[in-house]
């Protein structure tokens, strides 16, 4: 079975601070995704990666940057949280140039930011 | 751009009936796939139930089937013997074939089943 997992299910930070997410999964998927969930506005792209040391912006870029030194392992940096990022953030991963294949997604992390 | 529309933000069915949850959507494109995705409480996002636009019969999946209307732009899943387990958010998500793989999903319909 394909697993995406997520280094933490809730996160506190101060506004200010600089936040990591990580992601990994364990099925040699070359493209992975960050995804931000509020409610009314269902799921944005914030970044995705079609391979190591790629990445190309979402919908929500602003206030987000990633990183991908290895297949596996996709990271979300927030460099400077703000209480408007508190959200659940969902990370997924799938097969590349693959159309119809499923994204397969991690437990999610909530965020919230004071 | 594409856009997808759920308009039915909470529904509820009660077990072992029928339910149907409403997407549309928008592209002018003629090649794409279109899914339906679960997120239980606390629990992992999962693929229901996938069609491709160049097929016209519907897909189906246990329980699960869609009634995909290419003209009129709508994928609306049918949920039949509805059970407790398949309370959850539901999200439609469009994809463009031969893009970059992206998905653009809905704002999701929160179905509950009661007993």
């Known amino acids: 079975d394909v697993k995406v997992t997520q280094s933490s299910r809730y996160l506190v930070k101060r506004t200010g601070e600089k936040v990591f997410l990580e992601c990994v999964q364990d099925?040699?998927?070359?493209?992975m995704f960050w995804y931000r969930q509020d409610p009314g506005l269902g799921l944005r792209l914030i970044y995705f990666s079609y391979d190591v040391k790629m990445k190309e912006k979402g919908d929500i870029p602003e206030g987000y940057s990633v990183s991908r030194e290895k297949k596996e392992r996709f990271s979300l940096i927030l460099e400077s949280a703000s209480t408007n990022q508190t959200s659940m953030y969902l990370c997924?991963?799938?097969?590349?140039?693959?159309?119809?294949?499923?994204?397969?997604f991690g437990p999610g992390t909530r965020l919230t930011v004071t | 751009a594409q856009t997808v529309t759920q308009s039915q933000p909470e529904m509820s069915v009660q077990e072992a009936e029928t339910v149907t949850l409403s997407c549309t959507y928008d592209t002018s494109e003629n090649n794409y796939y279109l899914f339906w995705y679960k997120q239980p409480p606390s629990r992992q996002m999962i693929l229901v139930i996938r069609q491709e636009a160049y097929k016209q019969q519907n897909a189906t999946e246990n329980r699960f089937s869609v009634n995909f209307q290419k003209a009129a732009k709508s994928f609306s899943l049918k949920i039949s013997d509805s059970q407790l387990g398949d309370t959850a958010m539901y999200f439609c998500a469009f994809m463009l074939h031969g893009g970059n793989d992206k998905l653009i999903f809905g704002t999701g319909t929160r179905l509950q089943v009661f007993p």
């Open positions: 099925m040699d998927h070359e493209n």
């Open positions: 997924a991963s799938s097969l590349r140039l693959a159309g119809a294949y499923e994204q397969y």
